[in-house]
């Protein structure tokens, strides 16, 4: 299902004509956005809609509409970072692979934080053993000490996000300097100019991805008032799970199995026991991953490992999602083994501060409500 639907699509799921739907936009029940492609026309929320056509049929228990909203297709947070229309991603209103196309991460930075001024990555700070306990451990230190985000102006806000992101980078591996991030990236992994360019296309398509789990865990943070430290430590500490940020590292041991056993055997053993292929198939994007598909253009993975995408594509109809072109990259740069995980917390630490800053200006603290399963209390 896409994230935005058509006045009918809308209509025929909720059962309504279109004058109710309009009631719907108008009491803020189903955002609703302009076509790109045609900006006389509108689209409405698929996930809203899906939502209303629920409780329609749930009805307005409390209860059900509670563990809905966690657990269904909300929380609904209101974002202008970015968005899926007919499943391509935009980061506000530009489509993210047009925009890794000639964009650093610099770039993607001040789209996504709107800032007035250029964004510097930049950073001296040297990290003796760089690695994920390295970007884990400055992030925690900073996170214990760290200012309040309240009664901070946005400008010094925005100074703070490019030290942390910068920071994070040498952590992870970032030759310090004064350069473009994905340059430094390169240069601290003993690669050249070529290398550069396709870490930069990579991270800049991994910036964001709408209300993720780890975007969700930062404003959590942000709306307490914690530190930036805190909120990007919140965020990155649940995109380290590996059915989130850290996916790609399951797909790099499937295409290990891949190099020592060959295409064959391996994908004859997951299809023959039913196992699901890691990497491959996207809920949001039902007919492949544009962030894939865009980034498996600019090289060519292993002749073993590009035969086994063909394969696993042709026999289960799924196509490869980004984990699968990270960690083909990983393989055809000769990469460190954590730099997937390192490109993408990296690239993803410039949205999980850009929904930090947006939750500062609701000013309202997220606080689900628990629905009480157990035990009913003694009487007193």
């Known amino acids: 299902m896409g994230a935005w639907i058509s006045m009918d699509e809308a209509c025929s799921r909720l059962g309504v004509r279109p004058q109710t739907v309009y009631a719907y936009v108008s009491r803020g029940k189903i955002e609703v956005t302009s076509d790109p492609t045609d900006t006389r026309r509108s689209l409405y929320r698929a996930e809203d809609v899906a939502t209303l056509a629920r409780r329609k049929q749930a009805g307005r228990k409390h209860e059900t509409l ?22 391509r991603l935009y980061f506000r209103g530009r489509d993210a692979v047009a925009l890794a196309d000639t964009a650093t991460l610099e770039d993607a930075a001040r789209l996504l934080w709107d800032s007035a001024q250029a964004v510097d990555l930049s950073s001296s700070v040297r990290i003796d053993k760089p690695g994920r306990v390295a970007a884990f451990m400055a992030l925690a230190e900073l996170a214990a000490t760290g200012h309040s985000t309240h009664g901070r102006m946005t400008r010094v806000l925005h100074g703070e996000g490019q030290a942390l992101v910068g920071l994070l980078a040498n952590a992870f591996g970032a030759q310090p300097g004064q350069a473009p991030l994905h340059e430094r990236f390169a240069q601290g992994w003993g690669q050249g100019p070529n290398v550069a360019e396709l870490l930069r296309v990579a991270m800049v398509l991994l910036v964001d991805h709408e209300l993720t789990s780890s975007a969700f865990a930062a404003r959590i943070a942000a709306s307490n008032g914690a530190s930036l430290p805190a909120c990007l430590l919140s965020g990155l500490s649940t995109l380290s799970g590996p059915l989130h940020g850290d996916a790609s590292g399951r797909v790099k ?41 865009a980034l498996l253009s600019q090289f060519a993975p292993p002749p073993g490992i590009a035969r086994f995408i063909e394969q696993a594509t042709r026999l289960t109809g799924l196509q490869p999602n980004i984990d699968v072109a990270l960690a083909a990259l990983v393989i055809h740069c000769a990469l460190p083994d954590d730099a997937a995980f390192a490109m993408f917390a990296t690239a993803r630490s410039i949205g999980l501060l850009a929904h930090s800053l947006e939750q500062l200006g609701v000013g309202q603290v997220i606080r689900p409500r628990g629905r009480y399963v157990g035990a009913m209390p003694d009487k007193a």
């Open 253 to 293: 041991a499937l295409f290990s199995e891949v190099e020592r056993q060959g295409e064959d055997p391996v994908i004859t053993q997951y299809l023959s026991t039913g196992q699901p292929l890691p990497g491959f198939g996207h809920h949001l994007y039902p007919d492949g991953d544009p962030r894939a598909v």
């Open 66 to 87: 509670a563990t809905n909203t966690l657990f269904g297709a909300e929380p609904s947070i209101p974002t202008s970072i970015s968005t899926f229309v007919r499943e």
